[in-house]
């Protein structure tokens, strides 16, 4: 990924959701990106403290609490920014910083079709912008999506066009606010689906993925191969209650449900045997999780046998867990600490 963000000159800015680990995100920033993309306001306090000291929220934070913490964050590192997609979190925003001697940096966040937070046209945008730009204590740096609706794309096809007309969609708005004279230094882009099936548009200036960093099985329905899957789920077999019946130590507690509704990353089950990945996990409970050996196998599962777990889905998988082993040829080679655990406030 820092390959295609060089290749297309753009610059990189993962996003750290999907390990929560100070480490890997400094093996990022080693590897050529600019900063790194957090969710939460916990998550970038944590990773400001481990020394990442170029973070965007890429979310909007609300809440006089947290903009105090906000305002703290800001005087400890050197480059901060925020998204915003109303009025009223810029008017708070302006309130917590306007007597601080730098402003905070903000980009407005953009809906291209995935409907969750984000302005929907450039007329909002230009609203947003020249309010931006009113108040004091507030800097704008640029604008963002996240094309989240290619997960779901009913081909590869259609994800090459989700993400191309979503790129389209805010280099027009960059284009749009330029010629009203906003200064719009960042068109910010990414989803991991998008930016491993689809190029980079000439106008994009950083993307921000994050899953890529470790790859699931619901990545791997389009990728055709779990070989490039990174994140497993070490689980025990706990027992054996039928002859085809194998039963997992591993639940929604550690493993998640991780399905998607449909489309080209929509995996069957909840998870799959890293060795045999033709079988999937079909039962899944809090503390528990089973599959039936296939008719005609012969492999054999006992009590007590270890089987990595290849997760639906990598990012959530992460949040259970205090640290990720590291393993290469079969052997533990660094265990890190997974600081941003729980770090969603
Ligand atoms: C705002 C934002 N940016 C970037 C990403 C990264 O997306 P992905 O994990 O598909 O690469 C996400 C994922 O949820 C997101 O919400």
């Given at each position: 990924?820092?390959?295609?963000?060089?290749?297309?000159?753009?610059?990189?800015?993962?996003?750290?959701?999907?390990?929560?680990?100070?480490?890997?995100?400094?093996?990022?920033?080693?590897?050529?990106?600019?900063?790194?993309?957090?969710?939460?306001?916990?998550?970038?306090?944590?990773?400001?403290?481990?020394?990442?000291?170029?973070?965007?929220?890429?979310?909007?934070?609300?809440?006089?609490?947290?903009?105090?913490?906000?305002?703290?964050?800001?005087?400890?590192?050197?480059?901060?920014?925020?998204?915003?997609?109303?009025?009223?979190?810029?008017?708070?925003?302006?309130?917590?910083?306007?007597?601080?001697?730098?402003?905070?940096?903000?980009?407005?966040?953009?809906?291209?079709?995935?409907?969750?937070?984000?302005?929907?046209?450039?007329?909002?945008?230009?609203?947003?912008?020249?309010?931006?730009?009113?108040?004091?204590?507030?800097?704008?740096?640029?604008?963002?999506?996240?094309?989240?609706?290619?997960?779901?794309?009913?081909?590869?096809?259609?994800?090459?066009?989700?993400?191309?007309?979503?790129?389209?969609?805010?280099?027009?708005?960059?284009?749009?606010?330029?010629?009203?004279?906003?200064?719009?230094?960042?068109?910010?882009?990414?989803?991991?689906?998008?930016?491993?099936?689809?190029?980079?548009?000439?106008?994009?200036?950083?993307?921000?993925?994050?899953?890529?960093?470790?790859?699931?099985?619901?990545?791997?329905q389009f990728l055709g191969t779990y070989s490039r899957c990174a994140q497993a789920v070490l689980?025990?077999?706990?027992?054996?209650?039928?002859?085809?019946?194998?039963?997992?130590?591993?639940?929604?507690?550690?493993?998640?449900?991780?399905?998607?509704?449909?489309?080209?990353?929509?995996?069957?089950?909840?998870?799959?045997?890293?060795?045999?990945?033709?079988?999937?996990?079909?039962?899944?409970?809090?503390?528990?999780?089973?599959?039936?050996?296939?008719?005609?196998?012969?492999?054999?599962?006992?009590?007590?046998?270890?089987?990595?777990?290849?997760?639906?889905?990598?990012?959530?998988?992460?949040?259970?867990?205090?640290?990720?082993?590291?393993?290469?040829?079969?052997?533990?080679?660094?265990?890190?600490?997974?600081?941003?655990?729980?770090?969603?406030?």
């Amino acid at each position: 990924m820092q390959e295609k963000a060089n290749l297309a000159r753009v610059k990189m800015r993962p996003h750290i959701k999907t390990h929560r680990t100070p480490a890997i995100a400094k093996l990022q920033v080693a590897m050529g990106a600019k900063g790194i993309t957090v969710a939460k306001l916990g998550e970038a306090e944590v990773m400001a403290w481990e020394g990442l000291d170029d973070i965007f929220i890429a979310n909007e934070i609300v809440g006089a609490v947290k903009l105090e913490r906000l305002k703290a964050l800001k005087r400890r590192i050197r480059s901060l920014a925020v998204g915003v997609d109303h009025p009223e979190q810029v008017i708070a925003l302006s309130g917590a910083f306007s007597a601080e001697p730098v402003p905070l940096d903000v980009m407005i966040d953009v809906e291209t079709g995935s409907p969750r937070t984000g302005v929907l046209s450039g007329e909002q945008a230009l609203e947003l912008a020249r309010c931006i730009c009113r108040m004091p204590g507030l800097r704008i740096r640029g604008i963002f999506t996240h094309d989240g609706h290619s997960y779901g794309a009913a081909s590869i096809e259609i994800a090459r066009r989700i993400s191309r007309e979503s790129q389209n969609k805010m280099i027009e708005m960059a284009s749009l606010l330029r010629s009203s004279g906003i200064n719009i230094e960042e068109v910010s882009i990414g989803s991991t689906p998008s930016l491993l099936l689809g190029g980079i548009e000439r106008g994009v200036t950083e993307i921000r993925p994050g899953n890529y960093a470790f790859l699931d099985t619901n990545m791997a329905q389009f990728l055709g191969t779990y070989s490039r899957c990174a994140q497993a789920v070490l689980a025990t077999v706990i027992s054996r209650p039928t002859p085809v019946r194998v039963v997992l130590d591993v639940g929604t507690k550690t493993l998640n449900e991780g399905v998607q509704k449909g489309g080209i990353t929509r995996a069957e089950g909840h998870g799959r045997l890293k060795e045999q990945p033709d079988i999937f996990l079909d039962k899944i409970y809090e503390e528990h999780a089973s599959f039936d050996i296939p008719e005609g196998s012969d492999l054999q599962f006992g009590i007590g046998q270890k089987l990595e777990i290849i997760p639906n889905h990598a990012c959530q998988t992460t949040n259970f867990y205090e640290v990720i082993n590291g393993i290469r040829n079969g052997r533990v080679e660094t265990t890190w600490s997974v600081s941003c655990q729980g770090k969603s406030q």
